[in-house]
C-alpha cells in the first residue's frame, strides 16, 4: 500500500501550546480549520473479509469512531487487527459489508471498487510492513509524497523539515534509506502518513521498536491532533507505551469479531 497510497488534510492548531512543549516543532503544520466529514470520522457494516486460505480473516464487523476520537484496536497475533486497519485505509477489498468514510459510501462489498483517490486524502496509514523507497533519502522520500498529495513546493519544504525533525531525522534525513535502521524506518514511515494532514489516522503499532520519549512525543501530537477533530485508530496487541495515552476508547478483536 505505502507506494501507492497518497492522500491530504488534518487538523486545526491547538491552542494553549505551549513554546516549550516536546511537539513544539508541529505548530507550523497544525493549522487551518478541520473540516469534518461528520460526526463520524469512519464507520463499517458487516464488513468481512477471508485469508487466501479460505479461513475467516474478519467476522462481520461493525464499528464506528466519531470525528476526534482516538481509539485503540488491541487483540492477540493473528487476531485481524493488521488486516482491519488495511480495508479500512482501502489497501485491501474486503468480501462483504459496507465501508462509510463520513457520511460518505466508500465501497459495498461485494461490488465495484469506486474511484478511491479523493477519499483516500483523508486517511494517513502506518501498515505493519511499509513500503519505502531503499534508494532515495528520508528526505527525497517525503518530498516524493507530500508533492503526490498536491502539497504546494513551499509548503512541502516546511512540512517535511518539521516533520523530518520531529520523527528524529535531523541527521540522517539526507542519508539513503537503505542505510536506516528498523525503528528509524518506522519513523519515517509514521512522517509519511503525517506528511498530509489526515482528518483519519489508522496506525499498526506505531510505538514498535520506538525508545519512550519518541512515544510520548507522539502521544502529544495525537492529543493536539484530536483537538482539531482528527480521528485516529492504533492497532497493538499490547497497548501500553505512551503513545496510548490519549486513547478515549479501547476496541478489542479476538478471532476476527470485534468484541
Not at 95 to 101: I, K, Q, R, T
Not at 129 to 151: D, I, K, N
Not at 201 to 207: I, N, T, Y
Request: proline share 7%; net charge positive; glycine share 10%.
Amino acid at each position: 500500500m505505502g507506494r501507492a497510497f497518497f492522500t491530504a488534510r488534518w487538523g486545526r492548531r491547538a491552542a494553549a501550546y505551549s513554546p516549550t512543549s516536546p511537539g513544539t516543532l508541529i505548530r507550523v503544520i497544525l493549522r487551518g480549520q478541520v473540516d469534518p466529514l461528520s460526526q463520524w470520522a469512519i464507520r463499517t457494516f458487516g464488513l468481512s473479509k477471508r485469508a487466501p486460505s479460505g479461513a475467516p480473516a474478519l467476522r462481520s464487523i461493525s464499528l464506528a469512531v466519531a470525528a476526534g476520537e482516538v481509539c485503540t484496536l488491541t487483540g492477540p497475533p493473528g487476531s485481524g487487527k493488521s488486516t482491519l486497519l488495511r480495508i479500512l485505509a482501502t489497501a485491501v477489498r474486503a468480501d462483504s459489508g459496507s465501508l462509510y468514510l463520513g457520511e460518505e459510501l466508500v465501497s459495498t462489498f461485494p461490488g465495484q471498487r469506486p474511484s478511491l483517490s479523493r477519499l483516500r486524502r483523508h486517511i494517513g496509514f502506518l501498515p505493519e510492513e511499509p513500503g519505502l523507497f531503499a534508494e532515495l533519502t528520508g528526505e527525497e522520500h517525503l518530498w516524493l509524497y507530500a508533492r503526490a498529495y498536491g502539497l504546494a513546493r513551499a509548503e512541502t519544504r516546511r512540512r517535511v523539515q518539521i516533520l523530518l525533525d520531529w520523527a528524529w531525522f535531523k541527521q540522517v534525513g539526507r542519508q539513503r534509506i537503505s542505510t536506516y535502521s528498523y525503528p528509524e524506518r518506522r519513523r519515517l514511515a509514521l512522517a509519511q502518513a503525517l506528511v498530509h494532514r489526515p482528518r483519519l489516522l489508522l496506525l499498526d503499532d506505531p510505538g514498535r521498536g520506538q525508545p519512550d520519549p519518541f512515544r510520548r512525543e507522539l502521544g502529544h501530537l495525537l492529543v493536539q491532533m484530536a483537538g482539531g477533530g482528527t480521528a485516529a485508530i492504533l492497532a497493538a496487541v499490547q497497548p501500553d507505551g505512551p503513545e496510548f495515552d490519549p486513547c478515549h476508547r479501547q476496541l478489542r478483536i479476538e478471532g476476527g469479531r470485534l468484541l
